[in-house]
């Protein structure tokens, strides 16, 4: 199903049987290790539909993106498909995209409104609520974090870390508590973000939640831990980190 190009440096890995021979619809993922790029590649497996990899390494100590990234999208971010030739960017965008170009039958996202206005709106609103909110308070959590750690001169370490450590308390770790309740209460009601069923927006929500688990341990419930567990045993999520390489999020 997938066919994979590494374009971080001069190397260029290439395995896997080469799709679109048979005239399918030409998909190309611009994928950055330990990204949320991922979450692209398993929807494309669970849509059963071919996929070319195009792999990048983020810098072992930037952990940026590296700038061949900037040849396909002005943002250097992943995740950046190229879908017939048109470039898409936000993970968010990509996902909705792809689910209404694919998911004809609507296996993976409720029908449009109004035939399932509930489900259909709870969709839509964890699709948006990974990145517009839930993703803001968990980078400034791996920020923080890093300022701890940095390696500063030994008089200033006692300042930084006091910053970083008041701005947690006073700020970042109260939104962690507000969100991570709010999403594990709505675990609590149905087991998927739309409801009864597994959709699109549990792909979206994924990314998120699986941050959470390794930045902000204490504020994950036993709902929350449930979900990735049952997302991470999908077989097509386990095809698509055999696609996608490495996958492990930084605390
Ligand atoms: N909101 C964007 C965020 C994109 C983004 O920040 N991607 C990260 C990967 S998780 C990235 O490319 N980081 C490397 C860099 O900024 O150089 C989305 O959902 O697509």
């Not at 048979?22 to 494309?44: A, E, F, Y």
């Not at 109260?174 to 999403?183: E, K, R």
């Not at 959470?212 to 709902?223: E, K, S, T, Y």
Request: net charge neutral.
């Amino acid at each position: 199903m997938t066919h994979g190009t590494f374009r971080a440096e001069a190397a260029v890995v290439e395995h896997g049987r080469t799709p679109f021979t048979d005239g399918t619809t030409m998909i190309k993922v611009h994928h950055l290790n330990n990204s949320r790029s991922q979450r692209v590649l398993w929807l494309l497996e669970e849509l059963g539909q071919p996929y070319e990899v195009i792999r990048y390494e983020r810098d072992a100590k930037t952990m940026l993106a590296p700038r061949a990234l900037r040849d396909v999208h002005p943002l250097g971010k992943s995740p950046v498909v190229e879908l017939d030739g048109q470039v898409l960017v936000e993970s968010g965008a990509i996902v909705e995209t792809l689910a209404e170009r694919f998911d004809t039958a609507f296996a993976l996202s409720p029908p449009p409104l109004p035939q399932d206005a509930s489900e259909r709106i709870r969709y839509r609103t964890w699709l948006h609520y990974a990145e517009g909110s839930l993703m803001p308070p968990l980078l400034l959590a791996l920020v923080l974090g890093r300022i701890r750690s940095a390696p500063v001169p030994f008089f200033v370490r006692p300042v930084a870390r006091g910053i970083a450590d008041r701005t947690m308390t006073a700020f970042v770790g109260p939104q962690l508590a507000t969100h991570l309740g709010h999403v594990e209460n709505a675990l609590g009601q149905h087991p998927w973000f739309a409801g009864d069923r597994f959709t699109a927006a549990d792909i979206q929500m994924s990314f998120p939640l699986e941050a959470a688990l390794a930045r902000a341990p204490d504020h994950v419930g036993p709902n929350i831990r449930a979900f990735v567990g049952r997302i991470q045993a999908r077989a097509a999520y386990q095809r698509a980190l055999a696609a996608g390489g490495p996958y492990a999020l930084a605390g």
